[in-house]
């Protein structure tokens, strides 16, 4: 009971009731990233007429966070290659780093020396400042 509600009055837990309607009748499994997440295309690849192109999408493992989709598959997603990470032997490159979520607004967020949200007190200006005088 709890899954059907959250699949019909919220979009962030994987799928809507809509999206999974929509996808079983106009999509094709593409295949599946190492995070849980199934990447979807239009039937046969078919041209979308108004948008221009193939129609891909993803549902989400879980909570709806784009940072999850790793560089294998963003680079398919966005038609920046047209091959899915699943028709070929995908190597990352050595400049690719692990996934690591966004931490923006967590405890875990990047609060670096000087920001009024990090501990301790702001650190004295050094003197290679001069206020600007009219």
Do not use: C
Not at 77 to 104: C, F, G, I
Request: net charge positive; glycine share 10%.
């Amino acid at each position: 009971m709890k899954n059907l509600l959250l699949r019909t009055f919220t979009w962030w837990n994987s799928q809507t009731f809509g999206t999974q309607l929509w996808t079983w009748l106009y999509g094709e499994f593409v295949g599946e990233d190492e995070f849980g997440n199934r990447y979807f295309r239009a039937k046969g690849g078919k041209v979308d007429k108004t948008l221009g192109f193939e129609r891909r999408w993803v549902v989400y493992a879980g909570y709806a966070e784009p940072s999850t989709i790793p560089p294998s598959w963003h680079g398919w997603m966005h038609h920046t290659v047209d091959t899915p990470p699943t028709a070929e032997s995908y190597q990352p490159r050595a400049w690719q780093k692990p996934h690591r979520p966004n931490l923006t607004g967590t405890a875990g967020a990047l609060r670096p020396p000087g920001s009024t949200l990090a501990q301790g007190r702001r650190p004295k200006a050094t003197g290679d400042y001069k206020a600007w005088t009219p």
